[in-house]
């Protein structure tokens, strides 16, 4: 700008010094601005640590629900293939799973026995028709085969 002066240049001076200004008035802004977020940043305090939540355990949870409930709508899948009655997950569930029962492991295949005391006639006929589905998949236990049986066992 010195030299511009020096020249006689003033119109194109005044345009740099008009520039300048703005420039200068940015530059004011932004350390104004950085001085309050910083401000704001030291009146929060340190970064603190929830102890009681581990964001890596719940993501570990949250995939493993998702994972489980896909299996669960594969096998869903693959079962009703071989049933000739509908059923819902909920029912298959609570058919197999709500019930006393009992397993035993020899040397070749892995038993199962369900216990179909008090169970009615019509979810008797689809728990045999389950229990039929399942042996026709050639379910496995490290290699030995699943056999699933009914059986009214006292309570």
């Given at each position: 700008m010195a030299e511009s002066a020096s020249k006689g240049q003033g119109t194109r001076l005044e345009q740099r010094q008009h520039v300048l200004v703005s420039v200068e008035?940015?530059?004011?802004?932004?350390?104004?601005?950085?001085?309050?977020?910083?401000?704001?940043?030291?009146?929060l305090g340190p970064p603190g640590e929830r102890a009681d939540r581990d964001f890596r355990k719940q993501t570990i949870m949250t995939i493993r629900t998702l994972l489980l409930a896909n299996a669960l709508r594969s096998f869903m899948a693959v079962l009703l293939g071989h049933l000739t009655t509908k059923v819902s997950l909920a029912c298959l569930l609570s058919l197999l799973f709500e019930r006393s029962g009992a397993r035993v492991e020899t040397?070749?295949?892995?038993?199962?026995?369900?216990?179909?005391?008090?169970?009615s006639v019509p979810y008797r006929r689809l728990l045999t028709e389950v229990v039929e589905g399942l042996g026709a998949l050639d379910l496995r236990d490290r290699g030995k085969p699943i056999c699933l049986r009914l059986k009214d066992m006292p309570p």
């Open positions: 008035k940015a530059v004011k802004d932004a350390q104004d601005k950085r001085d309050q977020l910083a401000a704001q940043a030291s009146a040397r070749s295949p892995v038993l199962y026995w369900v216990n179909t005391a008090g169970v």
